[in-house]
Nanobody, 122 residues
Framework: VQLQASGGGLVQAGGSLRLSCAVS????????MGWFRQAPGKEQMFVAA????????DYAKAVKDRFTISRDNAKYTVYLQMNNLKPEDTAVYYC????????????????WGQGTLVTVSS
């Protein structure tokens, strides 16, 4: 399984970005998909996850009501719509996949993309 994240960039506080993660190699619908982020000098942090069918999204408290995770199983793609961005959202964002867990721990995920940088200016 290969994951390719895109959509990062520089945005002002209060703005929006949509990240995409294209998946290749296996049946996309068999994977739980997640997003994590890592800010400079900080540990990797869970952002959001979505089940195989697209129901039951899970969000970190810090992004709930601002971010929306979704997936298109026909396009083998997962999205992260980020609204009302804040400077503290600045990080490298990684998409991830696993077959078992709608989890919040990095160790629960088997496959990782290369990351896309999101920078939010104040």
């Amino acid at each position: 399984v290969q994951l390719q994240a895109s959509g990062g960039g520089l945005v002002q506080a209060g703005g929006s970005l949509r990240l995409s993660c294209a998946v290749s190699g296996r049946t996309f619908s068999s994977y739980v998909m997640g997003w994590f982020r890592q800010a400079p000098g900080k540990e990797q942090m869970f952002v959001a996850a979505i089940s195989r069918s697209g129901s039951n999204p899970d969000y970190a408290k810090a992004v709930k009501d601002r971010f929306t995770i979704s997936r298109d199983n026909a396009k083998y793609t997962v999205y992260l719509q980020m609204n009302n961005l804040k400077p503290e959202d600045t990080a490298v964002y990684y998409c991830t996949a696993n077959k078992l867990y709608l989890g919040r721990q990095p160790t629960q995920y088997d496959y990782w993309g290369q990351g896309t940088l999101v920078t939010v200016s104040s």
